[in-house]
């Protein structure tokens, strides 16, 4: 079998990363690494890791790298050695990524891509800004502007949707800058490696899809 494609979709929180991942998982016939979704299993199944990660989250700390690097680095090298994948939320500063190129070399291995969905500062305020949730059944939905989503109903259950804290327009402005400061420079790792491309991110998930699989050859 030929050897699947190994790539790290970046970009900040909005830039549509998740949704992205998951058409071209289907399409690539790729793992999908979430580093969201793997926390959460870890933490539901009270793994070793996941109980390092929740001492720190009850004490209201942010959990060291070294615990998230363990987290995600565990699962690639699950992997079996042809299997491509996405990675998607890691690495988020330059330390995860010189691990993750560590352990990958360690075992013979490299990242194909690296893609930047770049979406403008100001469509990342009116997403993020437009995101409400059910309290009912947690599914997502998407507030346009000048609408009250705390009025609006959930579309799959009739639920009441409220904004989560961390999608408030004060918390939404902190995740932009923290994702400036400390996972921007990530950018620079890996362009000096020569895997870093571009896709402008403010247009629809179907013509940014088309832009990555066109920019991963496939
Ligand atoms: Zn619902």
């Known amino acids: 079998m030929a050897q699947g494609l190994r790539f790290v979709l970046f970009g900040?929180?909005?830039a549509g990363k998740g949704t992205q991942a998951n058409l071209l998982r289907d399409r690539l016939n790729v793992t999908h690494i979430s580093s969201g979704d793997l926390f959460r299993h870890h933490l539901e199944q009270g793994t070793p890791l996941g109980?390092?990660?929740?001492?720190?989250m009850n004490k209201g700390e942010l959990v060291p790298d070294e615990v998230t690097i363990g987290i995600i680095l565990d699962k690639v090298m699950c992997l079996p050695d042809d299997e491509g994948f996405i990675l998607d939320g890691f690495p988020r500063n330059?330390?995860?990524?010189?691990?993750l190129e560590n352990t990958l070399a360690a075992g013979s291995r490299n990242l194909d891509k690296v893609v930047h969905i770049d979406v403008?500062?100001?469509?990342?305020?009116?997403?993020?800004g437009g995101r409400f949730v059910c309290r009912a059944c947690q599914a997502p939905h998407a507030i346009g502007e000048g609408e009250d989503g705390a009025a609006k109903k959930c579309g799959?259950?009739?639920?009441?949707?409220?904004?989560r804290d961390d999608d408030?327009?004060?918390?939404?402005k902190k995740r932009i800058e923290v994702y400036k400061r400390e996972t921007m420079p990530v950018l620079?790792?890996?362009?000096?490696?020569?895997?870093?491309?571009?896709?402008?991110?403010?247009?629809?998930?179907?013509?940014?899809?088309?832009q990555v699989l066109a920019a991963l050859g496939a």
């Open 12 to 14: 900040s929180p909005g």
């Open 51 to 56: 109980l390092r990660a929740k001492e720190y």
């Open 94 to 99: 330059t330390n995860q990524a010189q691990e």
């Open 120 to 128: 403008s500062e100001p469509e990342l305020l009116r997403r993020l």
């Open 156 to 163: 799959q259950c009739g639920g009441e949707l409220y904004q």
């Open 168 to 172: 408030r327009p004060e918390a939404v």
């Open 188 to 210: 620079g790792f890996y362009r000096e490696r020569g895997v870093l491309v571009n896709i402008p991110g403010d247009d629809t998930v179907d013509e940014v899809n088309k």
